[in-house]
């Protein structure tokens, strides 16, 4: 059974019986999106950073558009079903993916075959940057990235991930390909289900979203070895960047962003654009829903956005090409 969760408003407007200014605006063509509950589409479990991101955001685009957002939880095949499921939806703009970048401009190039053409969903809004944590097992013998690299250079790898070809394998692959790591790969339906295995040693280390990583670095649960951020995250001061290292092409942080279908309907996206904008733009949602999470604030939209996946597309064939992952 798929998790849902409903994120409600909780505007009602008593417009029948009597005409006003404010109810002849609501019932103008402008503002006739949504007339519904809209669907965000996450390709991942629950529990996860993009789950937990998603219903955050979903709270906030609900009271900015006085409508329900239920948020379906597709997990598998590296978000590709989420996002099929989108691909396949009606232009008016109910189905919305909220996934990272890896459907969109890096499964293309890892499988033989996908069932989307990932060009086709309209860019909506580049939402947020997600630094990676690279963690290991907490009896791990290194507590820091260049510890990390000599032991498992000489002893080899079990790094696990959050799903095959997705945004936290292909850095581990990138990191064992460019520093001669033999890497036993263990992919997972998600953080949450890796997680245990991490922290009772029956994996090495993995690659996390940055929510996930404080919360279980600060309990003890794994150790923290290196961070994708440009600079420490406060919340783990400890953990060095991989800048730090001399390590910048291994790709160590993903995008959020927001899809919607084909030819997707001009006011739903404008007003959905508007939405995300505003939610970013809000300083109580970016405290307590980003900042603690080392999440980054983008807000790209537009002819912008669709100019930023192409050029991404170019960069992550070239990583796939380089970390040597192939899913056929």
Known sequence: ???????????????????????????????????????????????????NFARALGNEVSKALG???????????????????????????????????????????????????????????????????????????????????????????????????????????????????????????????????LMSGRIDACFTGSSAAITHINAGGVKGIAVGSPERLAAIPKVETFAENGLNNIGSSYTIAAYGPKNMDETALSRLINAFEKALASRQFVETALAPSGFIVDGTSGTSFTAYLKKDRVVQKERVRISGAELN
Do not use: W
Not at 32 to 45: E, N
């Open 1 to 51: 059974m798929k998790r849902r969760a409903i994120l409600t408003a909780g505007l009602s407007l008593p417009l029948a019986g009597f005409s006003t200014p404010a109810a002849s605006l609501l019932s103008s063509p402008a503002q006739a999106y949504p007339k519904k509950p809209i669907s965000f589409i996450i390709g991942y479990s629950a529990g996860g950073n993009v789950d």
């Open 67 to 197: 409508q329900t957002v239920v948020v379906e939880n597709k997990p598998g095949a590296n978000e590709m079903l989420a996002t099929q499921t989108v691909s396949r939806a009606e232009p008016a703009g109910y189905h919305i993916l909220i996934s990272t970048e890896a459907p969109i401009t890096q499964s293309q190039f890892l499988y033989d075959k996908i069932n989307y053409v990932p060009e086709d969903l309209t860019p909506i809004c580049l939402l947020v940057r997600v630094p990676l944590v690279l963690v290991a097992r907490p009896d791990f013998p290194a507590d820091s990235l260049k510890s990390f690299i000599a032991y498992a250079k000489s002893k080899g790898l079990i790094g696990g991930s959050a799903g095959i070809g997705g945004v936290t394998h292909l850095p581990m692959a990138m990191l064992a390909n460019t520093q001669g790591i033999a890497l036993t790969h263990v992919p997972y339906k998600g953080s949450s289900a890796m997680f245990p295995d």
